[in-house]
């Protein structure tokens, strides 16, 4: 049974920094690129940030590029998603997700990931 459990949301005004974390287990984590997507209220979830299985390869939705990076501990099974420079609109639940490919370099859209955690609140004001 995979599980991913997010963590490191909370509340921050516009223009400040959160770190979120997402702790994997069940799988062989190393193999599998991870993503992080959101979902605002009246949203559909959305693509953030994509990580290839060996950390070599990022991806970036536009709305966060040169904001927020994503990176990988395969070490400690463990994906991060830094958020610079935080806007009121990335208010939202935060969600890790794993690809349901080994070996990817990660993907885009929702469908690709088989498992994902429970969610993080990350909410900025303004």
């Known amino acids: 049974q995979v599980q991913l459990v997010e963590s490191g949301g909370g509340l921050v005004q516009a223009g400040g920094s959160l770190r979120l974390s997402c702790a994997a287990s069940?799988?062989?984590?190393?193999?599998?690129?991870m993503g992080w997507f959101r979902q605002a209220p009246g949203k559909e979830r959305e693509f953030v940030a994509a990580?290839?299985?060996?950390?070599?390869?990022?991806y970036y939705a536009d709305s966060v590029k040169g904001r927020f990076t994503i990176s990988r501990d395969n070490a400690k099974n463990t994906v991060y998603l830094q958020m610079n420079s935080l806007k009121p609109e990335d208010t939202a639940v935060y969600y890790c997700?794993?690809?349901?490919?080994?070996?990817?370099?990660?993907?885009?859209?929702?469908?690709?990931?088989?498992?994902w955690g429970q969610g993080t609140q990350v909410t900025v004001s303004s």
């Open positions: 069940g799988r062989t984590f190393s193999s599998y690129a």
């Open positions: 997700a794993s690809d349901r490919r080994r070996y990817s370099s990660g993907s885009y859209t929702v469908d690709e990931y088989d498992y």
């Open positions: 990580i290839s299985w060996g950390g070599g390869s990022t």
